[in-house]
Structure formats: C-alpha cells, structure tokens
C-alpha cells in the first residue's frame, strides 16, 4: 500500500477506537460495564446488533463466497426476518422485565442452576471458538499486507482487541460499532461502484450482470424439493434450508447467544430493542445481499482482467521454491491462455446479445460454461501442485479473492479505507463477542457459583481479566484456523453445533411449562451429542442442525419428564 493508504488506515481506525473509548466514560460498575446502564436508543442497537453480525469474516469471505459458488448464500439469511418478530414477542420483554445481564440467567429461575450452567458452557465454547476464527480474519490481511508470518498478525490483532475491549466495555462496543457500520457501508458501496466503473466501456451493470448469471453467479434462490434424495438434505443453501433451518439458525442466535442478548439488553426500554431487532431484520437481507452481489461482479470483472489461478500469493511463492515450480508455471501458463479465451468469448457473446442473434448467444455461452469448466480444472491442478508442494498448506482461497482485487485494482487512499473497513468490521464483532464472554462467565459462572458475595469493584476488576483470559483464548483458536476453508461458512457451521440445543433449551422454558429442570438438562446434553454424531457422520446441511437441535430437546424433554413421573419415588 501507499503513504496515502496507510495514512488513511491509520486515522480511521484510531478516530473510531478512540471516539469509543471516549464515550464509555461512566461508572465502574458490571451494569456499565456489561449493559452500558440502559441508556442506548434503538438506532445504536440496530448498528451494535448489525455490527456484532456484520465481520471481518462478512465483508472478506462472503464476496469470495459467491464468486465460487454463486449468490445462493443469501438464503441463509432468509428466516432471519420472521425470527425478529418472534424474539420481540416472546424472548424480548421477559428478558426486560427480569433485568438479566445474560440470557442464561432467566434459565435458573424456570428450571435451576444446572440448566442455567450447561447453556452457558455451550454458549462460551462456541463463541470463544467463533470468535477466534473471527480474529483470524483481518489476520489475513495484515499477514498479505505486511509479509508477516500469520500466527504473529494473529497475536497482534487479538492484543490490539484485548486492550480496546477491556477499557471500554459495552458502552465502547456500541459506540464503535455505529462508527464501524459508517465506514463500512460507505466502502462496500464504493467497491461495488469501483468493480462496474473498472470493466471495459462496452460492458455496463446488466451486462456484466447477464454475464456472471449465465454463469450460474446469480443463482440468488433454489427451489428444488425432494425429501427422497439424501444429496437435497445435505445441500447447504435452498431456500427451504434458509427459511426454516435460518429461522432456527437466527431465533437461536439473536435470542439465546449473549454476544447478540446483551446489545439488545443495553437498551433504554423493550420498544427501544424491539424498534433495533425488527429494523436488522428488514436490513441485513438486503445488505447481504449487495455484498454477495459483489462477488457475482467480480467474477465478470476477471473474465476481461486475468485472474491468477489462486489468490494467495504466499501459497504461489512457496510453489515457485520447490521441485513442482515448473509444473506449476506451465498449469499458469495453460490458465492464462484460458482467460484470453473467455476474453474473446465474452466479447463475442455482449455482440451477439446485442444484436438479437438468440442462437447465436446460447451457443457462445454454452462455449464460454466448457471454458469455464477448463479453467476450474487448472485451479484445481494448481491447488494439487500448492498441498504437494506444502502439505500443510491451505488451497482454499476463497477469503483472498475479494482482498486481491482491492489490493491490486483501487486507486490510493481507497485500499486504506477498505482496508480500514475490513478491520473495523472485525474490531466490531470481536469485541462484542468478548464482552459477553466475559458478561456470562462473570454472572453465570464466576459470581453464581465460584466467588459469591462479593463487591462490585471486585466483579468489575474480575471482569476485565476474564476479558483478557477469553481474548488469549480467541488469540490460540486463530493460530489453527487456517485449515477452515471459507471462514464465513466455518463460523456459521460452529455456531449451528450449538445453536439448536440452546435453543431447545428455551424453547422448553416459554413454552412447556411442565417440564422441570432435570428433565431439559439430560436433554440436552443428550441432544448435543446427537447433533455432533450427525454432523460427523455427514448426512444432512448444516442449517438443518439447528432444527434438528431444537425438537430433539423439545421432544427428549417431554419423554425423559414423563418417564420420570413414571418411576417410583425412592423412600427415605
């Protein structure tokens, strides 16, 4: 990067670091600490909520995403609206009128200390391990900017997070994260701008639209039923994948996951979060949406200009130093003569159209799909070549695609502000997440039940070091993270792990009023079990895990309580 760049980076991020910290000025206390003393508007909800969900791992990965695999990831966001509605109804006001600073504490009241501990447990490997690959994120970019050794940018974005999450608790999360959302908007519009204005002049937004579509880019909604072919249960994106098991995936997160309970909870009132939640629900569809189209744009964007046949450099450079460098630059060399190829072919095709020729235009798609297919065949020759050379080597670089084309295509003081955007995105969603690990370990774990009865400056100074502890934690899980493919798939799988046995867990508590704490405990802890069988043994989507995870608890419940009643009671 330029001067200008890193000039650029550098203000942005230390303006929006230290408006935060400024505004989290208050109190020393766990109720400014974690709940920010109830004083936060719905809009700084809506951004502190969309903020947590919107990282690094959003805005790098999910371009690539559908570059690759088309836009039919957007459907996993699709039973995120009608989870808004629920959450307001039901999950919303009673977490209010208790005044929790974490969901799990509501769960002792209806059920007792077990159940409340076990959702907890589940909550905190989850996320510390999510948050993890969170961090990895901007990992990469520091790493691809700087040459440096991945496991150091790792130590030193996470030390970067630490000192920022501790000073300033919730109160600093939120008001970054209206920040962070700014700065993050105005890039993602101004690299969408920046893909369609660097195409050739012949080429404009349809064009470039009717290309990446005919290509399969757009493939936004599939659906495709049939409950009889065990390939349909394991597809990851369908629309009925992302209604119902999204709906699931969504209730779970923004209702039992603390790291989304507790912006909603900094609220000044149940209108306030209400007004936050429904208004994400009518945004992020649409927001992810753009993102993702990105992606599909980018995709036409390097049929005119040559892609390389893998975008990570530093895998290519280690190529280049061992016994398979020549294989490799003659599978480059094949490549690149298959982008001139698709040049030509697109060319042709944008002419064809535009004259009416119809016959003509199926049979240059149908010849630019077979080039198409050529060119895959030397990516996957070349990732061959990259686990030969190295066996230890990632060859997925989907999370590179979107990085390369901003490192090497925008103008100075652009790349710093995407940049920026990227890390902010990060900062955002890592912060938050290691603000309510430490709110559950505090209230749920630590105060419940290891230091009772304690003052509040003592819980206050507690929670900082649990901060860091869970901060080094994230740091440990990103130096393994390399290995995870597609990071925004790789997060929502972990999460999907978990999400339905918490869930349950819920689900049971609103609504089976007969069901009593043993009962729901052994459920679950059943239940989590099955769920991690059924992801190994590979049988079904991952989205579905989350409603799978629901009912088996749901339905354990009932069973294992009515069983119990059954037994004879034990004479003392």
């Not at 550098?10 to 230290?18: A, E, F, N």
């Not at 109720?31 to 003393?37: D, G, L, M």
């Not at 948050?131 to 440096?148: F, R, V």
Request: net charge positive.
């Amino acid at each position: 990067m330029s001067s200008v760049d890193w000039t650029v980076l550098t203000l942005t991020l230390l303006g929006v670091i230290g408006y935060g910290v400024y505004k989290s000025k208050g109190e020393k206390n766990l109720n400014h600490y974690f709940k920010s003393s109830n004083s936060l508007p719905w809009y700084l909800i809506l951004l502190s909520i969309m903020g947590t969900q919107a990282s690094a791992i959003t805005f790098l990965s999910a371009p690539g995403q559908a570059y690759t695999d088309g836009m039919r990831f957007v459907q996993y966001y699709f039973g995120l609206p009608l989870a808004m509605v629920v959450l307001c109804i039901t999950f919303v006001p009673i977490f209010h009128k208790l005044k929790v600073f974490t969901a799990y504490e509501f769960l002792e009241q209806r059920f007792d200390l077990n159940t409340r501990s076990l959702s907890s447990v589940l909550f905190l490997v989850q996320r510390g391990l999510s948050t993890g690959i969170s961090i990895y994120a901007p990992s990469i970019i520091l790493s691809s900017l700087l040459g440096w050794n991945i496991y150091l940018t790792n130590a030193l974005m996470g030390g970067l997070l630490i000192i920022y999450t501790v000073t300033g608790g919730a109160r600093a999360v939120a008001y970054t994260q209206m920040q962070q959302i700014i700065v993050v908007t105005v890039g993602m519009v101004l690299s969408g701008y920046m893909v369609v204005k660097l195409l050739p002049d012949e080429i404009g937004f349809t064009d470039a639209l009717n290309i990446s579509g005919g290509l399969g880019k757009l493939n936004v909604i599939e659906t495709h039923i049939d409950v009889s072919d065990p390939e349909w249960w394991k597809d990851k994106y369908n629309l009925w994948s992302g209604l119902i098991g999204g709906f699931f995936l969504a209730l779970s997160y923004f209702g039992t996951d603390q790291s989304q309970v507790g912006r909603y909870l900094t609220a000044k009132s149940v209108r306030e979060s209400r007004m936050g939640l429904l208004m994400n629900g009518l945004v992020k569809v649409p927001m992810q949406f753009s993102i993702l189209l990105i992606g599909a744009l980018l995709f036409t964007f390097y049929l005119h200009f040559n892609s390389p046949v893998f975008f990570n450099k530093k895998q290519i450079e280690k190529v280049y130093q061992s016994e398979y460098a020549s294989e490799f630059k003659q599978n480059e060399a094949l490549f690149d003569s298959i982008n001139r190829v698709k040049k030509l072919q697109v060319q042709h095709l944008l002419k064809a159209r535009q004259k009416g020729k119809t016959e003509e235009v199926k049979s240059l798609k149908a010849a630019l799909g077979r080039s198409e297919e050529s060119a895959e065949a030397c990516r996957t020759n070349a990732k061959n070549l990259i686990k030969k050379s190295d066996a230890l080597a990632d060859t997925n670089d989907t999370n590179y695609i979107f990085l390369y084309f901003v490192l090497n295509n925008l103008p100075k003081g652009l790349i710093g502000l995407l940049i920026a955007m990227i890390f902010l995105a990060a900062w955002g969603s890592i912060a938050a997440a290691l603000n309510s690990l430490a709110s559950t370990s505090i209230i749920d774990i630590y105060k419940r039940i290891w230091v009772k009865d304690q003052t509040e400056h003592h819980y206050y100074l507690a929670s900082k070091w649990i901060t860091f502890f869970w901060g080094v934690f994230s740091i440990l899980v990103a130096m393994f993270a390399s290995k995870l493919g597609s990071l925004i798939e790789a997060v929502n799988v972990l999460g999907s792990l978990f999400y339905g046995t918490i869930l349950g867990i819920f689900m049971v508590a609103f609504y089976m009023k007969k069901i009593q704490g043993k009962a729901v405990f052994r459920a679950a802890i059943l239940s989590e079990v099955l769920i991690i069988l059924i992801y190994v043994i590979d049988v079904i989507s991952f989205l579905w895990l989350n409603v799978i995870g629901c009912l088996l608890v749901m339905g354990l419940s009932f069973a294992i309580q009515n069983i119990q009643q059954k037994l004879p009671v034990k004479q003392t």
